[in-house]
């Protein structure tokens, strides 16, 4: 199995599924959602100040039946706020930090993932040959047997026992192809393309 194992096809695929699987993708957004939210932060600095204006025309009284006429301005500043950014802001490069870490993290993740079914796959491939070189021996001893037996030169016990051979063989052949298909499958699942398809 091992020299039919080609790495430079496997970084390909890889590749494809570091660029294909949708839980690498939705890692990317968590990144650049982390950005922009850092990027938000960074520019609330401003926040905390707050301007307001009141106009009162001259005849109105106030609340507190002292006569105010024109417009009132005030300025108001949340000292909360001010004590609280910087550690925001580093909350922020964290959390940006955290989404970079779990994006490499899972990178690994899928290389191993796609490593592990591509050598799965390629050992169903080679146990397929093995397999059907297999049948196709007992394939020739059944013929054989059949002739022998058909001539009277073979007992019916050795003609059976090759016939029932031949039989096992078919049948791990199809288990053998039913695992090779499953084994494909996982595989395309992980680079979210076919096989066929990467060159």
Known sequence: ?????????????????????????????????????LKKTK??????????????????????????TGVQVGLFINFSSIIQKPTVIKQSREELAIAKYTYDEFGLSVENMVKERYFRYMQYMTVLKLRSQAVID?????????????RGE????????????????????V????????????????????LEEIK
Do not use: C
């Open 138 to 150: 007992a394939e020739a001893l059944y013929k054989q047997m059949k002739f022998k037996f058909e």
């Open 43 to 68: 520019l609330s600095w401003f926040d905390f100040f707050s301007l307001s204006a009141f106009y009162s025309p001259s005849t109105s009284v106030t609340l507190t039946n002292a006569t105010l």
């Open 175 to 194: 288990e053998t192809e039913g695992m090779l298909l499953i084994s494909k499958s996982n595989l395309e699942e992980m680079i979210g393309k076919k």
């Open 1 to 37: 199995m091992i020299p039919e194992l080609s790495y430079p096809f496997l970084e390909k695929l890889i590749y494809t599924a570091r660029e294909n699987y949708p839980r690498m993708k939705a890692n990317q957004h968590r990144i650049r959602f982390a950005e922009l939210n």
């Open 154 to 173: 073979e007992t019916f016990e050795n003609y059976s026992k090759a016939m029932i051979q031949l039989i096992d063989n078919k049948q791990r052949i």
